[in-house]
Structure formats: structure tokens, C-alpha cells
């Protein structure tokens, strides 16, 4: 896996043949590349690149902003801090063509309407990106990555915001619902997500949106993409469903929960959930990502819950009743707020086994 992802990362490097300064000729082009998905989850929405092509100058080119050093000191912290620095490399475009062939991840090619002097524009701005203090930029989720940045470059470009998101009728968190196809990944990734994500989609921010984008968009009443050819195809397999990795296992594993769980077993999950809300407020208040600020999930996974279990495991029944009736209050504005939002229907099991202990806690006789 390591030696994999270094090699692709070196073939970013491989192609510095030419001179910032060189000139396009006429038969120059600017083609999008959107790139497959893949296993991996850097890789799991896709990928954006800018393919330039100059028969004449023997230029052949693609310019990737979604570089990252994995040595970076303390990178996961980084990460998850919202100050990690992705940078933007070139290419040629036969070793990028064969990094995806090797990962089975399919390219589709658009090619976009832009006159001579805006392709030597847009190759001068490029280049200025990678041989410059440009070439670094803060990785942002949704506002600022791989795509964002080939999205805001054409726009430039063509001296006028053109493309842009199409489906504003759907949140961010809608949008991004379908590519998660691991359960477990999807439900840690939607309760880590906060309210930003339920904010309309206004941001092309995925490459394939990007791409959808393209064929939609005209540039003085013609499409602004001319040609779309699926430049390498990937071998497709649907993943066969896993019990394991599904919303039945974990349905499976809550029911036996409710069934035969004693005392210490609520104990246990109640502090776990808690500690969950502390993680979830945390790194709303650490991170510099939006995406993970004002996190309501909180509500669901209340750090109060923490208290319960203490109460609990101390036999104080009477505060224990007393944190029950806030906690299940707060439950149930987390299910009036929660009743538009697309991942109610991943952690409805956890609702119903909170409300369903808490309830019997709020019952029990002093």
C-alpha cells in the first residue's frame, strides 16, 4: 500500500521538461479529467485534473492540486486540525493515464471550449501555481481541495463564474450520501460531520458534480464542453453485500443490547456514547474544518451521558432520574431537528436504544 501510494506520488514529479515561459500554439487544448473512485478514502469521491496539449510544443500535461506529503509531521493531527498543506504538481499525462490504469480507476476526458489566448492564459496561471509560493494552499473539505481549485481556475479564466454547483436543491451531506458505500465509514462520517454539510450545495466541490457540471454549462449559447470520451475504462465489480458491513449488524448487535443488557453493559455504553459527544465537541472547537463545527450529534451522543453512567454504576437514582429526563429531552430535539436529514435513516438504532434505556431509567422506582 505505502510503496503503491509513493509511487503515484513520485509520478506527480516526472515531468518538468518544459519552461514556465513556453508558448501554446494554436492547436493547443484544455481538457477536465475526472478520475474513478477508489477503495481508499482519499480516494473515495474521485479526483479532478487539467490535461493541456500542445501537438506542436510536444506538450502534454496534467496538473494535479491534490498533492499531500504523507512524511509531514504530525499529519493525521493536521488533518484533522484543518491546516494541512496540499500543494500542486505536473505531470505527464501517459504516467497518469497508467497510475489510474494500475489502480482501476476509470478517466473520462472533457474537452472545453477556450480560445488560443485563454489556453496560454490558463497555462500561464498553472504554471505559476507549481513553480511558485502558489503552489501550496490549506486543504479544505468542501471549499478548498482538488477540484475547487480547477473549478475556480477556468472560472478565472473565462472572467466569469460559469461553472458552478447544479444542484443547490440538495445539501452538501445529500450529495455526498451515495459515495459512501462502507457502512461503518458512512455512519462515522456522517456523525462527525456538523451543520455545515446540511447547507445547500452551493460549491462544486466533487469531481464527478464538476463533471455533470461541464455538460450542463454553455458558453455563449454553446456547450462549454465539446467532447466527453471515456479515455480509460475501469473493471467494475458491485461489492456483494456483507452482513458485517451493514446496517443489520449493527442492528443485530443493538438488539441484543436492549435485550440482555445488564446494568454494567448499559454502564458501559453510556459512558462510550458520552465520551463520544466529548470527542464530537472537541474537534468541532480544535478543527479549522467548518465541516466539523456546531456538530448536533452531540445531542444524540450527549457527553452528559458520561454523568448517567455515574449515576448508574453509584446507584444515585434520584440525580440519575433527573439527568434521564434532560437527557431524553435533548434526544427528542435531536429527533425534530434530525427529521430532514438524510442519515436518520443509519442512526435511528441508536435513537431508539437510548430513548428505550433511558426510558426504563426514568421509570424505575426509587
Same mark, same amino acid.
Given at each position: 500500500m505505502i510503496k503503491k501510494l509513493l509511487f503515484a506520488f513520485l509520478l506527480c514529479f516526472s515531468y518538468l521538461g518544459f519552461s514556465q515561459n513556453s508558448s501554446l500554439s494554436d492547436q493547443a487544448k484544455v481538457s477536465i479529467l475526472t478520475c474513478g473512485t477508489g477503495p481508499e478514502s482519499y480516494a473515495m469521491y474521485g479526483h479532478t485534473g487539467i490535461?493541456?496539449?500542445?501537438?506542436?510544443?510536444?506538450?502534454?500535461?496534467?496538473? =494535479?492540486?491534490?498533492?499531500?506529503?504523507?512524511?509531514?509531521?504530525?499529519?493525521?493531527?493536521?488533518?484533522?486540525?484543518?491546516?494541512?498543506?496540499?500543494?500542486? !504538481?505536473?505531470?505527464?499525462?501517459?504516467?497518469?493515464?497508467? /497510475?489510474?490504469? !494500475?489502480? /482501476?480507476?476509470?478517466?473520462?476526458?472533457?474537452?472545453?471550449?477556450?480560445?488560443? +489566448?485563454?489556453? /496560454?492564459?490558463?497555462?500561464?496561471?498553472? /504554471?505559476?501555481?507549481?513553480?511558485?509560493?502558489?503552489?501550496?494552499?490549506?486543504?479544505?473539505?468542501?471549499?478548498? =481541495?482538488?477540484? !475547487?481549485?480547477?473549478?475556480?481556475?477556468? =472560472?478565472?479564466?473565462?472572467?466569469?463564474?460559469?461553472?458552478?454547483?447544479?444542484? !443547490?436543491?440538495?445539501?452538501?451531506?445529500?450529495? &455526498?450520501?451515495?459515495?459512501?458505500?462502507?457502512?461503518?465509514?458512512?455512519l462515522g462520517i456522517q456523525l462527525i460531520f456538523g451543520a455545515k454539510v446540511d447547507e445547500p450545495a452551493t460549491r462544486l466541490f466533487l469531481p464527478y458534480e464538476f463533471k455533470k457540471s461541464l455538460s450542463q454549462t454553455?458558453?455563449?449559447?454553446?456547450?462549454?464542453?465539446?467532447?466527453?470520451?471515456?479515455?480509460?475504462? +475501469?473493471?467494475?465489480?458491485?461489492?456483494?453485500? +456483507?452482513?458485517? =458491513?451493514?446496517?443489520?449488524?449493527?442492528?443485530?448487535? &443493538?438488539?441484543?443490547?436492549?435485550?440482555?443488557?445488564?446494568?454494567?453493559v448499559q454502564i458501559g455504553y453510556f459512558m462510550v456514547a458520552g465520551l463520544l459527544g466529548v470527542f464530537f465537541m472537541v474537534v468541532g472547537l480544535y478543527s479549522m474544518h467548518e465541516e466539523l463545527s456546531w456538530n448536533y450529534n452531540a445531542l444524540l451522543f450527549n457527553p452528559l451521558l458520561i454523568g448517567y453512567a455515574w449515576c448508574l454504576w453509584k446507584e444515585k437514582t434520584k440525580a440519575a432520574k433527573l439527568l434521564a429526563k434532560i437527557i431524553a429531552g435533548c434526544l427528542a430535539l435531536y429527533i425534530v431537528y434530525m427529521l430532514d436529514k438524510i442519515h436518520l435513516q443509519i442512526v435511528w438504532p441508536f435513537i431508539v436504544l437510548q430513548a428505550y434505556w433511558l426510558g426504563k431509567g426514568m421509570l424505575k422506582k426509587n
Open positions: 490535461r493541456i496539449q500542445d501537438p506542436v510544443s510536444g506538450i502534454d500535461v496534467v496538473y =494535479n492540486y491534490g498533492a499531500f506529503d504523507f512524511s509531514t509531521p504530525n499529519f493525521i493531527g493536521r488533518f484533522v486540525k484543518g491546516d494541512l498543506q496540499y500543494f500542486v !504538481t505536473n505531470g505527464s499525462y501517459i504516467n497518469f493515464y497508467y /497510475n489510474y490504469q !494500475t489502480e /482501476n480507476r476509470e478517466i473520462i476526458e472533457q474537452e472545453i471550449a477556450l480560445t488560443s +489566448a485563454q489556453i /496560454n492564459q490558463l497555462f500561464e496561471q498553472l /504554471n505559476t501555481s507549481v513553480y511558485s509560493e502558489e503552489r501550496f494552499y490549506t486543504y479544505k473539505f468542501i471549499d478548498r =481541495n482538488c477540484t !475547487t481549485m480547477v473549478v475556480d481556475k477556468i =472560472n478565472t479564466t473565462l472572467g466569469k463564474e460559469y461553472l458552478k454547483s447544479k444542484t !443547490t436543491n440538495q445539501s452538501y451531506r445529500e450529495v &455526498l450520501y451515495p459515495y459512501m458505500s462502507d457502512f461503518y465509514l458512512k454553455t458558453l455563449q449559447g454553446k456547450p462549454i464542453s465539446t467532447s466527453t470520451e471515456t479515455v480509460l475504462s +475501469a473493471n467494475k465489480t458491485t461489492p456483494s453485500f +456483507a452482513f458485517w =458491513n451493514s446496517i443489520y449488524s449493527l442492528l443485530t448487535a &443493538l438488539v441484543i443490547l436492549a435485550l440482555f443488557g445488564k446494568k454494567g
